[in-house]
């Protein structure tokens, strides 16, 4: 069997109806999924059988937008649904191997609770635990937290770069064995073992020391999805994991490289990239084409509008023809490398404001297949021999039907051809991704 290393990632990402908008409304979902513990816990074991990386799951502070009609025919803008990590905390304990991934944003959180919010989950799961570092793309968090306006996209990476550091000293507050525990001897840890941050810096003054023992099996893994440059820098100093929204091979191959040169200048090892992957899966091209169909005609033209109107950072279409092509934009504060994708995207393909619309609602910018296993296999496979990748975040459109299809034939077609593991050789998150 080929080394870990030399074969393909595959991350199981959590949107609790699937990742489609419209996914909801699907007959086989369960329409309260994001507040059943039951259907979590199944996808979480079935991630965990077909061996898994880690659960990836996405967050954000506020419903995403304040066009309640619109929002209130849908459940994919963070309504009705479980904060991370508390529901990864609940599914570390019906788990034993996959990761566990959850984001949190360094724009409205605290470095030291969030510290030991992680260390907590690290423990808890015996070293599966992983942050993906978010600054926050949606404007509407501000209002939950006190400010009148979204924080600068300058700003907010600017903050990042030193709450990561301060994250990171804080796990290193202990070492590995200063907690001793000696009855005999009356010592609980010994303060050799001890280490007082002491950070004072721009954004902070943290002194620490973290009051929970040094996580097992080191640092949770750091994960990140920037891609403006801002976000590159960042995640090339920072992370272990950079979640990419990628449809284009060229393009993939130029960020991977890009990455590598980064990371090697910033002298650490180059993080493992995993491409968004939105599948569906068909014994047949036709019975592929008939799911997604199914999907798409279930898409409310106004949710479909909405969403795509935040996905640009908030900017406002409402006045322009459907059938016309995406107008320029202003200038925004949200995500840059998101809004960039899709008028790239628009402009490759000549989509119209209405077909945007479509292409937004179900995958969203991430890299769409819709095939035989075979054939996403062909795929994936391509992409990953060529340097493109390392692995594939599987944004399944719907649960658990699309997630089944994806670990029913495509799983059982990579493992035939030696690109992913058939059983879990080490128990960390690390470990996994070594």
């Known amino acids: 069997m080929p080394s870990s290393s030399s074969m393909m990632k595959l991350g199981a990402f959590w949107y609790p109806t699937g990742y489609h908008i419209a996914a909801w409304r699907h007959p086989d979902v369960p329409a309260n999924a994001g507040i059943n513990i039951e259907h979590c816990m199944a996808f979480a074991r079935q991630a965990e059988q077909a061996t898994f990386d880690f659960i990836f799951l996405a967050d954000s502070l506020a419903v995403k937008g304040d066009d309640w009609q619109a929002l209130s025919k849908g459940a994919h803008r963070y309504v009705g649904q479980f904060e ?78 030193e709450f990561c550091d301060v994250v990171k000293g804080l796990w290193h507050s202990w070492d590995d064995a200063a907690f001793c525990y000696d009855k005999k001897n009356g010592q609980f840890f010994n303060v ?8 004072r810096g721009e954004n902070f003054r943290v002194k620490g020391p ?92 106004s949710v479909g509008l909405s969403l795509l109107q935040v996905q640009l950072g908030g900017v406002d279409l409402s006045s322009y023809s459907m059938d016309a092509p995406l107008p320029p934009l202003p200038e925004g504060n949200a995500s840059h490398s998101r809004r960039q994708l899709l008028q790239e995207l628009a402009g490759r393909q000549d989509y119209t404001l209405r077909q945007l619309c479509q292409h937004v609602a179900g995958a969203r910018g991430h890299w769409q297949l819709v095939g035989t296993a075979a054939q996403i296999a062909d795929e994936m496979e391509y992409w990953f021999r060529q340097r493109a990748t390392d692995g594939f975040n599987i944004m399944a459109p719907w649960l658990p039907g699309g997630f089944d299809d994806f670990t029913r034939w495509v799983v059982p077609e990579l493992r035939r051809r030696g690109l992913f593991r058939e059983e879990y050789t080490g128990i960390t998150l690390r470990e996994h991704l070594a």
């Open 84 to 161: 991370p990590l508390t529901l990864l905390s609940a599914l570390s304990a019906v788990t034993t191997r996959i990761g566990l991934v959850a984001s949190a944003t360094t724009t409205y959180n605290s470095p030291y609770t969030l510290a030991r919010q992680f260390a907590s989950l690290a423990h808890l799961s015996q070293g599966r635990a992983g942050w993906n570092l978010i600054t926050s793309q949606n404007p509407f968090e501000a209002g939950n937290y006190g400010l009148e306006n979204h924080p600068d996209h300058a700003d907010r990476y600017q903050r990042a770069e």
């Open 210 to 301: 973290l009051n929970i023992p040094a996580c097992p099996g080191g640092d949770p893994i750091i994960v990140q999805a920037g891609a403006s440059d801002a976000g590159r820098r960042l995640a090339a100093r920072t992370s272990e994991v950079i979640f990419s929204a990628q449809h284009d091979f060229s393009c993939a191959q130029v960020f991977y490289q890009d990455i590598h040169q980064r990371a090697a200048l910033a002298g650490r090892p180059a993080p493992k990239i995993m491409t968004g992957l939105f599948p569906f899966v068909g014994q047949s091209i036709q019975e592929a084409e008939e799911k997604y169909a199914r999907l798409q005609s279930l898409i409310d033209d």
């Open 192 to 199: 050799d073992g001890l280490h007082i941050l002491n950070h």
